[in-house]
Antibody, heavy 121, light 107 residues
Framework: QVTLRESGPALVRPTETLTLTCSFS??????????VSWIRQPPGKALEWLAR???????YYTPFLETRLTISKDTSENQAVLTMTNVDPVDTGTYYC?????????????WGQGTLVTVSS | DIQMTQSPSSLSASVGDRVTITCQAS??????LNWYQQKPGKAPKLLIY???NLEPGVPSRFSGSGSGTRFTFTISSLQREDIATYYC?????????FGQGTRLEIK
C-alpha cells in the first residue's frame, strides 16, 4: 500500500525559509522511473505544481518559483524534502506531495493528505 | 508553459443528471490529460488518465474523451457523493499544469 505524508511548520514568518518533508512508504525513490512532486493549493484556489525529484536525482521546478525552491531526497529515510526561501503571505496554502512515474502513463496516482502552511507575521 | 482552461467554473445539477466539463489546452497535448476529483479538505483523487482511461476502482459513470487541445469529462448520472471540485491536468511537458477547477453542486 502506497502512503505519503507531508510534515512541516503550520506558521512561517515572511522572509523566512519553509522546509517541508514528504515521508512515504510502499515505494522507493531508488526504483527506476519513480518520482515525487510537490503541489500546492492556496485557500479556495486551484492546484499548482511546484517541483519534482526523480529516482536518478533529476530535479525540476516551476519557472515561476525556481529561484526560491530546492527539492531533495533521502532514500534511506524514504523522504522527499522541499525548501522555499523568502516566503510571503501569498505562499499560504496547503502543500501536497504526490507520487508519479517518469514514464507513460503520467499521472499523480497517490497523494499525501496535505499540510496547511500559513505565512504571516 | 501550457495553460489549461476549464469550463464551467461552477455547475449546479440534480441527482441523475448528465454532467459535462470541458478542458482546453493552449497547445496540443495529445492524450496527456488527467482528471481529478477533490472533496473539501481532502487531497485530489485520480479518476481518469490519458484522457479516457478509467482509474481502477472508479465508478463507470465517470468518463473522459478528447485529444489534442480539447477534452471532455462526463458523469453519466450524478450521485450525491459526486459533489466535489474537478480538475483537469496536463502531463505533456514541464511544468504539468492544472485547470482552474469546476465546482459541482447539487441543485
Amino acid at each position: 500500500q502506497v502512503t505519503l505524508r507531508e510534515s512541516g511548520p503550520a506558521l512561517v514568518r515572511p522572509t523566512e525559509t519553509l522546509t517541508l518533508t514528504c515521508s512515504f512508504s510502499g515505494f522507493s525513490l531508488t526504483t527506476t522511473g519513480m518520482c515525487v512532486s510537490w503541489i500546492r493549493q492556496p485557500p479556495g484556489k486551484a492546484l499548482e505544481w511546484l517541483a519534482r525529484i526523480d529516482w536518478d536525482d533529476g530535479k525540476y521546478y516551476t519557472p515561476f518559483l525556481e529561484t526560491r525552491l530546492t527539492i531533495s531526497k533521502d532514500t534511506s529515510e524514504n523522504q522527499a524534502v522541499l525548501t522555499m526561501t523568502n516566503v510571503d503571505p501569498v505562499d499560504t496554502g496547503t502543500y501536497y506531495c504526490a507520487r508519479h512515474s517518469a514514464y507513460d502513463p503520467y499521472y499523480f496516482d497517490s497523494w499525501g493528505q496535505g499540510t496547511l502552511v500559513t505565512v504571516s507575521s | 508553459d501550457i495553460q489549461m482552461t476549464q469550463s464551467p467554473s461552477s455547475l449546479s445539477a440534480s441527482v441523475g443528471d448528465r454532467v459535462t466539463i470541458t478542458c482546453q489546452a493552449s497547445q496540443d497535448i495529445y492524450k496527456y490529460l488527467n482528471w481529478y476529483q477533490q472533496k473539501p479538505g481532502k487531497a485530489p483523487k485520480l479518476l481518469i488518465y490519458d484522457a479516457s482511461n478509467l482509474e481502477p476502482g472508479v465508478p463507470s459513470r465517470f468518463s473522459g474523451s478528447g485529444s489534442g487541445t480539447r477534452f471532455t469529462f462526463t458523469i453519466s448520472s450524478l450521485q450525491r457523493e459526486d459533489i466535489a471540485t474537478y480538475y483537469c491536468q496536463h502531463f505533456y511537458s514541464l511544468p504539468p499544469a492544472f485547470g482552474q477547477g469546476t465546482r459541482l453542486e447539487i441543485k
